[in-house]
């Protein structure tokens, strides 16, 4: 875990974060090396099924409790991965899966061809209200399907709405081609799925200073 932010612990066990652009990386047991990765070549990494190592993170479900104390109307928070790092100096490098909620609720997903560009984004829907000043889970997950022959990506956000545990699906989307016009830039076909894992998953929001965040997770998922 690599949290690349100062926490200062709370009384009540939770961890407060002050820097206003969170980037909290979570690396597998391999960690990240980038002289391990081989190809960026979107295609290659497709068949082969992983970015650096073949214990890189795919099929997943990242998890984190919040509270947002202030902050702009447009915040959202971001879980993502099946990427590495996002560098401007390495673009083919930063792909990612993004599932986002906004502090309004509304909720989407991203998909990230190339970094800093790239994005190709679901339709929003707003299926809770405000997340102001509450503890919330939010939980993205994604995994790999066959659909007629060919590897597709799904991916769901979930949320905890009350801070007790009762988790509800609030939006879902299967990437089977047709999003995303950007893969060609990197090896791949203009709407590249990106099936493939990456070294780093990340934990990010930007615009506040003031949030609390207790019990974040990553772990792998069995799909079968």
Same mark, same amino acid.
């Given at each position: 875990?690599?949290?690349?932010?100062?926490?200062?612990?709370?009384?009540?066990?939770?961890?407060?974060?002050?820097?206003?652009?969170?980037?909290?990386?979570?690396?597998?047991?391999?960690?990240?090396?980038?002289?391990?990765?081989?190809?960026?070549?979107?295609?290659?990494?497709?068949?082969?099924?992983?970015?650096?190592?073949?214990?890189?993170?795919?099929?997943?479900?990242?998890?984190?409790?919040?509270?947002?104390?202030?902050?702009?109307?447009?915040?959202?928070?971001?879980?993502?991965?099946?990427?590495?790092?996002?560098?401007?100096?390495?673009?083919?490098?930063?792909?990612?899966?993004?599932?986002?909620?906004?502090?309004?609720?509304?909720?989407? *997903?991203?998909?990230?061809?190339?970094?800093?560009?790239?994005?190709?984004?679901?339709?929003?829907?707003?299926?809770?209200?405000?997340?102001?000043?509450?503890?919330?889970? *939010?939980?993205?997950?994604?995994?790999?399907?066959?659909?007629?022959?060919?590897?597709?990506?799904?991916?769901?956000?979930?949320?905890?709405?009350?801070?007790?545990?009762?988790?509800?699906?609030?939006?879902?989307?299967?990437?089977?081609?047709?999003?995303?016009?950007?893969?060609?830039?990197?090896?791949?076909?203009?709407?590249?799925?990106?099936?493939?894992?990456?070294?780093?998953?990340?934990?990010?929001?930007?615009?506040?200073?003031?949030?609390?965040?207790?019990?974040?997770?990553?772990?792998?998922?069995?799909?079968?």
């Amino acid at each position: 875990f690599d949290p690349k932010v100062s926490l200062k612990k709370n009384s009540d066990g939770s961890w407060k974060v002050t820097t206003s652009q969170a980037r909290m990386n979570v690396f597998t047991s391999t960690g990240y090396d980038q002289n391990s990765i081989q190809t960026y070549n979107q295609k290659e990494m497709a068949s082969k099924g992983f970015m650096q190592s073949p214990n890189d993170w795919k099929d997943v479900e990242i998890t984190g409790y919040v509270k947002i104390n202030s902050a702009p109307s447009d915040l959202d928070l971001s879980w993502y991965g099946r990427g590495g790092k996002h560098n401007a100096d390495v673009p083919c490098e930063g792909t990612s899966i993004k599932g986002s909620i906004f502090v309004d609720g509304k909720t989407r *997903f991203a998909k990230e061809q190339w970094h800093p560009g790239g994005y190709s984004f679901t339709p929003s829907q707003k299926p809770v209200s405000s997340l102001m000043d509450k503890w919330i889970g *939010f939980k993205t997950v994604m995994y790999n399907v066959e659909i007629d022959g060919k590897i597709a990506v799904k991916m769901e956000n979930w949320i905890d709405i009350n801070n007790d545990g009762n988790w509800k699906k609030i939006y879902g989307y299967t990437d089977s081609g047709g999003l995303g016009s950007d893969g060609s830039r990197c090896g791949g076909s203009a709407d590249q799925t990106i099936s493939w894992g990456g070294p780093i998953v990340t934990l990010r929001w930007d615009g506040t200073s003031n949030v609390d965040i207790k019990n974040f997770s990553v772990r792998e998922i069995s799909t079968g």
